[in-house]
């Protein structure tokens, strides 16, 4: 993938915008492996007008229409688009997902943008005063191609692991079997258990076993009839036909697992039965496989196979894992312990029955006695330790852990959320830094950002709370330190540190404490400081833990060391403003954050005294105010020589100044607020803050339930499609279809469910969503990956089984896939509107029923006609009163299911005082303003509208004649108390 140079700065012609807008540079990048085009363009809104919102909407259109013309001279029709807005004032990004061109016009793209665009508006996040990038990409999924998982010959390329060499078994080959031998040596190494010597001279072709392995291996691959003459073998292939044979001619069962490069811990392919006793486990990396002598060496920790996931101690696992003995705790293949005829023996200690001896005397010699017990009374196997935490005293038979809220509880009784307890902190080290950096040399993907200076300000709460310690082993020695390549005299540091590369001396010292925890600040450093220091890390062979949104990032984690990580967080997610407005936000006593020439920041400056112009500070992108202060500012200064290497130290220091006094500040003021939460220890963003102090200080103990993920009507989940399809087919066959919302709930035949049931015909009707079940007219390649995580191959065998047993039972089976159903709504007006007007009466949505808010517009653009007159109609929110003044249910609901006609005129008709109804609201005809908000159109594009007739075409006309039951609003939950208009 190379991209196009970047274009030199160019007006954008467009009318109307030459005056206020310039493209600063253009990026292209085409893939034509993916088919995938994207175009980046950077503007800046020059000599912002006072109402620079107009602009923007022209600035997008121009971005997809060039977009949509690079990909025409390509000779390519995109069949998806979609784009991202980034900008540093911006506080994530705004992004309108991939999606299907044909559903997704121009028009509706850009009404998602203008309605986000206000939001952030809203929240000081703007596009101008700043240079912003706006990103549409393209595909084209015709002709797309899939990768399947293939091993040919070793590459020697030098790669850097973080996987200790001994958990591999490595296979040097020159030919394309790789997969054939890695199978192969793994077997031997699990089945014969050879001493080191011996398996080392087979691998190596060593003395009395020369060429061994080769030839078990071309054995191997003629039996399971593996041609000799292919550049690459796929895994999902041949695997399974060497697992199936291996299985037949041998004794034991055996399972192959696959892990990747990228070290997730659930491998990417596996082949073999569940009830394995022997695991053959490869490793896939730049197209070769390797053997794995053990899971556990892959992770550095114990690997449970069965579960797929790490643990510390096998007495520590899972209980529920099914390769997990519950009497002596022992975990991997073979286990639980099989039962011998024999043996049968009683443990007083513990209450627990063994029928294999080994079973029990490893429970006794590990201790496992003292610290699991079986109750008499109602047979559960509980932990001794977990049991008595936190004033619980043993076990309780009505009582079992719960995952979603941690704590012990009848499962009858439902979840709540647990108030916080605020624990003491260890010792840890607070450091704020601040990057500046050079962009005048061309790379790949454009203009490199390389950095020259780095500051750093150094802290710890020790030193906060009793003053500077010149002695703090926390701190150091140093608390002001900086990183460059230049030396500089007129600003005072403790270290200054001269080198080639700043950044990598910054890693180098960042991660070398590894007795604590540090914590480090930047701001705005989710998208620019913390992604070159990711750069950086990556390269040395870290794999940070992230958090992230897009292409920001709000937490970085690396591992330093056994038990302590550094951990990188953006200061913006705390305080939400910029560096400059910290300072008279926390009335801190340093000085201001002054004006910096940001493009004269490049090496031919160095050790030069310079003028610098307006353009050089980015002027003509600043806010009218201050670019009133800073050409009053300028004014004074300047005929003052700029010198570059000063005033780097000057400014980057000051930044970091900044930023820690006003952390130290938010921290100070936090504590007081919360009783003793520390806010830079404890949180990333406001919010998570603000939510940590409401429940550590404020939220009673079981007072907000956990709403379950399926609701609290006993229901089955289905697509909104599919009950307005049966629906229909009911009325149309003039049947019964018995489906999720019917009482008896979905009809099943052994473990499976069924869409809809028509008993009088014995018929069951599947309506399968073509992306989750791989239909073939949307998915014919068998190896595309479905968002489930299964090939559409593998869905369709799967659904194939899935009906022949359902057909077992006698009865008849039609299928209706999501897109012949849709094709024929296309084309039936009264299948059409009978989908429109369907009734949703099944279970409460909870979460439906805060929906609201900002309303879409339904035309962005309107040009008066003769006589016409435009007018604006505000619909002010209920929210804020709702949330001051009124009640919020509590606790867990206990559920009514009436679905009956009722004629409620007054409050006094509702019988439940305080409760969620899903009602079907008829209109009165005296009233004019819209109270209840509804949402209308298709299902992929909705609008939320607040019209009290919602049929009405265009802008509603208040007042006019309709049958009353087409007018009705959707049924829809709504509070209660808001449901009445007087």
């Known amino acids: ?277 022997k695991p053959i486990i490869l490793y896939y990396n730049k197209e070769h496989f390797d053997g794995v002598r053990r899971a556990s060496d892959l992770f550095g920790q114990p690997y449970c196979l069965s579960c797929e996931k790490i643990f510390s101690h096998q007495k520590q696992h899972d209980i529920s894992c099914k390769a997990r003995c519950p009497n002596c705790s022992r975990v991997g293949p073979g286990f639980p312990c099989k039962s011998l005829n024999d043996f049968c023996k009683h443990c007083s200690g513990c209450g627990k029955d063994f029928r294999n001896e080994n079973c029990y005397k490893h429970h006794i010699t590990s201790n496992f006695c003292n610290s699991s017990k079986k109750c008499e009374k109602c047979g559960v196997i509980w932990d001794v330790k977990d049991n008595n935490r936190n004033g619980r005293k043993g076990h309780v038979c009505s009582e079992r852990y719960c995952k979603t809220c941690g704590s012990y509880h009848d499962p009858k009784r439902g979840c709540y959320i647990k108030p916080l307890v605020i624990k003491p902190t260890k010792a840890y080290r607070i450091v704020a830094f601040d990057f500046e950096t050079m962009q005048y040399r061309d790379g790949e993907k454009g203009k490199l950002h390389e950095v020259n200076f780095i500051g750093v300000k150094v802290n710890c709460p020790g030193c906060i709370n009793n003053g500077p310690d010149p002695d703090c082993s926390v701190c150091g020695g140093y608390r002001t330190i900086t990183f460059s390549s230049r030396h500089f005299r007129n600003t005072n540091v403790d270290q200054q540190n001269l080198t080639l590369n700043p950044l990598s001396s910054f890693v180098s010292w960042i991660i070398m404490t590894k007795s604590m925890d540090t914590i480090a600040f930047s701001h705005f450093g989710g998208r620019f400081d913390m992604v070159l220091v990711f750069k950086e890390l990556f390269l040395r062979g870290f794999t940070p833990e992230m958090i992230k949104k897009g292409n920001r990032l709000y937490e970085m984690k690396v591992k330093v060391g056994k038990k302590n990580w550094v951990i990188f967080r953006d200061t913006f997610n705390l305080m939400p403003m910029s560096l400059a407005s910290l300072v008279p936000a926390f009335a801190l006593s340093v000085e201001d954050k002054p004006f910096f020439p940001h493009m004269v920041n490049r090496p031919e400056n160095y050790g030069k005294e310079i003028f610098p112009v307006k353009d050089d500070y980015l002027a003509d992108g600043m806010m009218p105010e201050k670019r009133a202060q800073f050409d009053k500012w300028y004014e004074l ?122 008993e009088e015909r014995k018929l069951v009707i599947e ?12 998915f014919p390649d068998d190896e595309i990956r479905l968002p489930n995580g299964i090939s559409a191959g593998k869905q369709r065998e799967k659904d194939e089984r899935r009906l022949e047993f359902i057909e077992s039972f006698g009865v008849e089976v039609e299928v209706y896939w999501e897109c012949d159903i849709r094709g024929i709504l296309s084309r039936d007006r009264v299948m059409r509107l009978k989908f429109k007007n369907y009734l949703d009466n099944g279970p409460i949505d909870i979460r439906s029923a805060f929906f609201g808010g900002r309303t879409g517009p339904l035309k962005l653009f309107h040009k008066t006609g003769e006589g016409q007159k435009i007018s604006y109609y505000d619909v002010t929110s209920l929210y804020p009163f709702i949330n001051m003044t009124t009640r919020y249910p509590i606790g867990h609901p206990e559920v009514h299911i009436l679905n009956n006609d009722v004629n409620w005129t007054r409050p006094s008709d509702n019988t439940y005082e305080l409760a969620l109804l899903k009602v ?63």
Request: with cysteine; proline share 5%.
């Open 1 to 277: 993938m190379q991209p196009t140079p970047p274009k030199k700065i160019r007006i954008i012609p467009t009318e109307g915008l030459d005056l206020y807008v310039k493209k600063l540079s253009d990026e292209l990048k085409f893939t034509q492996k993916f088919n995938l085009l994207k175009l980046s363009s950077k503007f800046l809104i020059t000599n912002v007008p006072n109402n620079p919102e107009s602009l923007l909407g022209s600035i997008f259109q121009y971005c997809i229409d060039q977009t949509l013309l690079e990909n025409h001279e390509r000779q390519m029709e995109p069949d998806q688009l979609g784009c991202i807005i980034s900008s540093q004032n911006l506080d994530s990004d705004i992004w309108i997902p991939i999606r299907v061109i044909t559903s997704n016009t121009v028009d509706s793209i850009l009404n998602q943008f203008l309605k986000v665009a206000q939001s952030k508006k809203q929240d000081n996040g703007v596009l101008w005063g700043a240079p912003f990038l706006v990103s549409v990409t393209t595909i084209q999924r015709k002709g797309l191609t899939s990768r399947p998982m293939h091993g040919s010959g070793r590459s020697f390329r030098k790669i850097r692991h973080k996987i200790n060499d001994n958990a591999l078994i490595k296979i040097r080959n020159s030919d394309a079997y790789c997969l054939f031998y890695a199978l192969m040596v793994t077997f031997v190494h699990a089945v014969f258990c050879w001493p080191r010597w011996k398996f080392y001279n087979y691998l190596h072709s060593r003395r009395g076993m020369k060429k061994l392995l080769e030839q078990d291996t071309l054995d191997l691959m003629v039996t399971v009839g593996a041609p000799l003459d292919t550049d690459s073998y796929d895994a999902e292939e041949w695997v399974p036909r060497v697992v199936d044979l291996w299985n037949t001619l041998n004794k034991g069962w055996f399972k192959v697992f696959i892990f990747e490069e990228l070290g997730e811990y659930k491998p990417q392919y596996k082949y073999g039965p569940d009830n394995f006793d």
């Open 637 to 758: 200064h300047k005929n003052e020589p700029f010198n570059l290497d000063e005033a780097l130290a000057s400014y980057c220091t000051n930044d970091v100044e900044i930023l820690m006094a006003a952390l130290v500040a938010f921290r100070r003021e936090f504590l007081e607020v919360s009783n003793g939460l520390d806010v830079l220890r404890e949180a990333m963003t406001i919010a998570s803050a603000c939510m940590k102090h409401f429940r550590t200080n404020h939220l009673p103990s079981q007072h907000l339930g956990i709403v379950p993920e399926i609701g609290y009507d006993n229901t089955d989940n289905q697509s909104l499609l599919a009950l307005r399809f049966l629906s229909w087919y009911a009325e149309e066959h003039n049947v019964t279809v018995r489906n999720a919302y019917s009482k008896e709930g979905e009809k099943r035949f052994g473990d499976y469910r069924v869409d809809g049931w028509v």
């Open 767 to 778: 309506v399968n969503g073509c992306c989750w079940h791989g239909c073939r007219k949307c």
């Open 920 to 982: 079907f609201v008829i209109p009165p005809r005296s009233i004019g303003v819209p109270v209840l908000p509804m949402k209308i159109g298709d299902d992929d594009e909705t609008t939320t509208i607040p019209p009290l007739l919602h049929l009405c075409k265009g802008i509603p006309k208040w007042g006019c004649e309709r049958e009353l039951q087409l007018l009705s609003f959707r049924p829809t939950t709504w509070m209660g108390f808001n449901v009445y208009i007087n």
